[in-house]
């Protein structure tokens, strides 16, 4: 997939995981707000370099070979669904109802049945726009 540049307002969960601070929304593919998609991105440096590298999410599907144990990419892609999803649900960690974000997409997996609401996932890096 070529690499692809949303930016947005919405709900950001960012979660750390192994070594990696990692953030989870969601986006629509239509009009009825339904999420479907889900980006799970690895935070990337900002514009005053601070957090993670520049690592382009390939790191998550690492991570859902080696820790998951996860061979076929729908697994590997479900492994960091969930990973996502548990994270936003304990409410432990850094949930951010309207963050403004950038994030850089260079792998978008169609699931080949619905997981957790999702059709899709995305990953790749995000920059978090700091409220001033």
Do not use: C
């Not at 949303?6 to 995981?17: C, I, K, W």
């Not at 991570?63 to 960091?80: C, E, F, N, P, V």
């Not at 059709?119 to 890096?125: H, I, N």
């Amino acid at each position: 997939m070529p690499l692809t540049v949303l930016t947005a307002t919405s709900r950001v969960t960012v979660f750390p995981l192994e070594g990696l601070t990692v953030a989870y929304t969601t986006q629509s593919s239509d009009q009825r707000g339904l999420g479907d998609i889900g980006l799970v991105t690895v935070v990337g440096k900002g514009e005053e370099g601070r957090e993670g590298g520049q690592d382009d999410g390939d790191s998550l599907w690492r991570l859902a070979h080696d820790l998951g144990g996860r061979t076929h990419g729908g697994d590997q892609a479900r492994w960091i669904i969930t990973q996502a999803s548990r994270a936003r649900m304990v409410r432990a960690y850094t949930d951010l109802p309207h963050a403004k974000w950038t994030a850089h997409i260079n792998r978008r997996f169609e699931l080949d049945a619905l997981f957790a609401n999702h059709e899709v996932l995305m990953t790749g890096r995000i920059a978090l726009v700091r409220a001033e």
